[in-house]
């Protein structure tokens, strides 16, 4: 006899054996399964993180766009000595010299993540403790995970599919390097193990994190208060006036205390080490040692 028997359906085993609906790829890219991949992109990343024991973070926020000091120097040096007509070489040199202003901001997020690194790393505590985590992408999101590998802590990336600006950058820890189709799943994990948030200059996906981390904390959504250092007062004060609404009355004068601008690496380490100690460090730090 056959492998091959008929059945009174007319299948045929087991070359025409049903497919177990979780290995069903066609049902599980399509909309029947949507909420299947939103546990998924909330259950698998939950899975990798205690086995690797990060029991919480520092989010680093900002721009994609930002390039590192030596990249962008090379792009204004190929903007001077580019030929053309004259208006078309200036706007060449302007946007290359604004690349070579904000790239300050690239060198401070990856020396204040190595110095962070090197600090939790210190720690006499148990866990990946306050493991740096950024978007997982280029710019500002780049300079966090190569400053955090280069101090040899964990280095999160939360990636996420988009038609631009989001190739994962090489410088996360491979098993804690997420890529993400939902915005706000990924936006759940940026925040439910977040001890403190850095936001430096970004646009668009900068401002929406950073207004709906804030948000939370006024509403008391957040399960303890979470320090929000806002990095570069020059770039954020020119278009971002948080006292004009405390002014008009749309927030409270309170809310104003829920961040802090800082403006130099110093200032944001030292702003971080006190606060975290303070909020999450002082009763195990201060605890007797086994024995």
Known sequence: MSDATTHGAGLNYPDDWPVK???NMEFLNSPAARTIRIMCEYTEPADRFRKLDVRDMIVFFGSARTKPPEVAQEMLAAAQAQQGQAEEVAKAIRKAQAAVNMSRYYADARELAFRVTQWTQSLDVPGN???ICSGGGPGIMEATNRGAMEA??????????LPMEQNPNPYQTPELSFEFHYFFV??????????????????FGT?????????LVQTGKTHQRVPVLIYGKAFW??????????DCGMISEKDLDLFT???DVDSAFEYLRRALTKEFLEDSLDAPADG
């Open 152 to 161: 040899g802590g964990p280095s999160i990336g939360l990636n996420i599919s």
């Open 261 to 263: 601008v800082v403006d």
């Open 207 to 215: 401002m929406d994190e950073l207004f709906e981390l804030l948000t």
């Open 21 to 23: 609906a979780y290995k």
């Open 237 to 246: 004060e020119k278009f971002l006036n948080l006292r004009h609404l405390a």
């Open 129 to 131: 403790r306050f493991a």
């Open 186 to 203: 990924r936006k759940f994990w940026f925040i439910h193990l977040s001890r403190a948030l850095v936001a430096f200059p970004g646009g």
